[in-house]
């Protein structure tokens, strides 16, 4: 015993000088701002669930339909999968290995190899059967914890797979409010342009009956016809952005066109546009999957470092064979046949040229990757809220002005058609009129649609929640 604590001791010393020590890598917190310049005033009731667009029933039916069959979101959790078989598997290295084995062995020798001048009595068995049957384990100790460190990596990686599919619910179910916002878009600006076509059609149809009446030049009558017809042109171009959005839907859902446009056709929800909730920049670090997935790559990166820190020490491993040996098969069983090996054995680096010291420098290398990976992490959520906070003011302000700009290019347009219809004002006027409420309508559409879209965003760039 006091042999082997002196070969212990002389290998720990010997296996520390084998390699240098181990590289530093800072990884201070990010400095974080005490709020965001955007920012609205605190407001209780603001939810941030309610961003989302949870009273149509379309995107219901089209988020929950993602969250059991998008082909990237089961990616994703299949990755989890594998991260935890990961983890099993390094877990499963520091405990000890058994293994049964039975065996059966037939041997021949020529006698005439031991040479033809042996002493008279002697014999051998020129055919021999062994029949053996074992039982055997192995265990590293693992003194300095490099199989520990192992398994802490692995387990981190694990909370990084579950990080990464609640990022990819987080984008899923945006990009689905996004495409459900636009579709409802699309059926605003659709009633907005029919509006159009219908006012440019009356237009015409009392511009011709001026013209019959010798009241107005037939050129009146074909500046209105053109007019209605660049509104149904503006109509008919809106299907191509339809087509898009289908086709968009399908890859988020994992559900056929027709699927898609079954739940599309489901009823619309209501046109309130809720406030944007309060938060601060700190609660992007809780919040924000992607820097929670990116920590935990931190994290594994700083583990995997320890383990190839240790690979510096000695290894001890222990191992033990019991079983029995016979050469007959009824003898198999008897006490004599008993066998049985301990061991232990002792392994230390001496030289290796190196490998153990680039290990480390490869380690110490991703560990500052995934330090500045959790840092661009943590600058892009806050960027990312910062603009949707200011997106959120900035699309109400613009929805705001588009909806009164609408309101009173429409009022001019009716007083300019009841100007002309009582002669009190020429037909360009009425159409110039015409032709700014039609586009108006349009544009407070849009608009409105854009602030629904920078709410999404928002919901997005705080962290989302699960639905």
Known sequence: MRCFATLAAGALMVSACVAGPVPEVATPAPSMPQSFAYTPAA??????????????????????????SAPNLAEALARIDAARANAGRAGAARLPSVAVDGSVSATRINPAQFGSDLPGGIAFDTEQTAYGANLSASWDADIFGALRASERAAIARIDAATATARAVRVALVGEIATSVIDWRTLAAREAALQEDVNAAQRLAGLTGAREEAGLSPGFD?????????????????LQSERVRLVGRLVTLTGQSAQDVQAMLALGAGDDVMPPAPAALPSQLLANRPDIAAAEAELMASDAQL?????????????????GLLAFNPGDLFDEDSLVYTLAGGLTAPLFDGGRINAEMDLAAANKRAAYEA???????????????????????AEAAAADAERAGLERAARLADTRYRAGLSDFLTVLEARRNADASGERAAAAKGRALRARVALWQALGGTET
């Open 43 to 68: 407001n209780e009731a603001a939810a941030l669930a309610d961003l989302l667009p949870q009273s149509d029933a379309a995107f219901r039916a089209l988020s929950g339909t993602a969250m059991t």
């Open 221 to 237: 009558r074909v500046r209105a016809e053109a007019a209605a017809s660049s509104s149904r042109s503006r109509l008919a171009a």
């Open 306 to 322: 320890a383990a190839a820190a240790r690979q510096r020490f000695p290894r001890l491993t222990l191992s033990s064979t019991l």
């Open 374 to 396: 959790w840092r661009g992490a943590v600058f892009t959520g806050l960027g990312e809220a910062e603009a949707g906070y200011g997106l959120v003011a900035a699309a109400d």
